[in-house]
C-alpha cells in the first residue's frame, strides 16, 4: 500500500485555521474581530530582486534598495520584468505621471519681427523627473512612451494704428512639428489673444521639445509689435509605453 502511495500525486486542500478549506490554500485569522500580529500572510521581503530561476507571477515585498528609484512596495514577476503593483505607504498626494515647463514671454520680447521666436520656460515641475530636464527653453524627455502634450500661451499687441493679425504657434519634437495652431486678433489698436494647443505624441527618452511662435509677413502686419502676455505652460501627461 505504501508503495502504491509513493507513485502518486497527491491533490488536496490545506486549511490554516479552518478545518473546512474551501480553497487550494484557505487562512483563517484566529479571530476576525480580536486578530493579532500573527495573522495574516508575509509576503517575502527583500532589498536586491532575484534575478535567477524566477517564475511568472512570483510575489515578492521590496524594501530598502540602494536604488532610490525603487519605491517599496509590492511587486510581480511578468515574466519579462518586477512590476510595481502597490505603492508603499499606499498614499499618493500627487499624480507622478505629469511633467509641467512654464514661463513667460518669447525670445524675442516686443518686437515685430516676423521671425520665428522660441516661446520661453524657466522651470519644470514633475513629481519624478525620470531624466526630464529643463535647458534653453527645450524639454528634454526622460522615459519612451506615448503622451498627451498640451500648451497654453497669451500674447499682447500694442500698434499705434488698428491692425489684423494671426500669429502661427509650433510644438517641435526634435525641430519637427508635431502639433500646430494659429491666433488671429481683430483690427483694434492693443488687443492680445489667447492658444491652446493639445494632441497625443509618441516620445522617446532624450527627445527635445520645443515651442515657437512666428508672425507671417502680410503687408498689413509688417509693423505690428507684440510680446508674450501671461504664463506659457507646457504640460505632458505620460499614458503608456
Known amino acids: 500500500m ?3 502511495l509513493a507513485g502518486a500525486s497527491v491533490y488536496s486542500q490545506i486549511g490554516i485555521g479552518t478545518s473546512s478549506p474551501k480553497a487550494t490554500l484557505h487562512i483563517e485569522p484566529s479571530s476576525i474581530t480580536n486578530p493579532t500580529g500573527q495573522d495574516g500572510i508575509l509576503i517575502p521581503r527583500m532589498n536586491k530582486f532575484p534575478n535567477s530561476a524566477v517564475a511568472k507571477g512570483q510575489l515578492i515585498y521590496m524594501f530598502n534598495n540602494t536604488n532610490t528609484t525603487i519605491l517599496d512596495g509590492l511587486y510581480i514577476w511578468n515574466g ?3 512590476d510595481y503593483l502597490v505603492r508603499a505607504p499606499y498614499i499618493i498626494t500627487q499624480d507622478d505621471s505629469l511633467y509641467n515647463a512654464q514661463g513667460e514671454g518669447f525670445s524675442l520680447g516686443s518686437t ?3 521671425s520665428e521666436q522660441s516661446v520661453l520656460f524657466s522651470s519644470i515641475v514633475p513629481l519624478n523627473r525620470d531624466g526630464f530636464s529643463l535647458s534653453t527653453n527645450k524639454l528634454r524627455i526622460g522615459k519612451k512612451g506615448s503622451y498627451y502634450i498640451s500648451f497654453s500661451s497669451g500674447l499682447k499687441t500694442t500698434s499705434p494704428a488698428p491692425t489684423r493679425a494671426t500669429f502661427y504657434f509650433q510644438l517641435k519634437r526634435n525641430g ?3 502639433i500646430s495652431t494659429s491666433s488671429s486678433i481683430p483690427v483694434e489698436r492693443i488687443s492680445g489673444s489667447n492658444i491652446v494647443m493639445a494632441d497625443i505624441v509618441s516620445l522617446s527618452a532624450g527627445d527635445e521639445i520645443t515651442v515657437t511662435v512666428t508672425k507671417p509677413s502680410e503687408a498689413s ?4 509689435t507684440y510680446s508674450g502676455f501671461g504664463n506659457n505652460a507646457l504640460t505632458l501627461t505620460y499614458l503608456h509605453e
Open 2 to 4: 505504501l508503495c502504491l
Open 80 to 82: 519579462v520584468l518586477w
Open 112 to 114: 515685430n519681427s516676423n
Open 176 to 178: 519637427s512639428t508635431v
Open 221 to 224: 502686419t509688417s509693423n505690428i
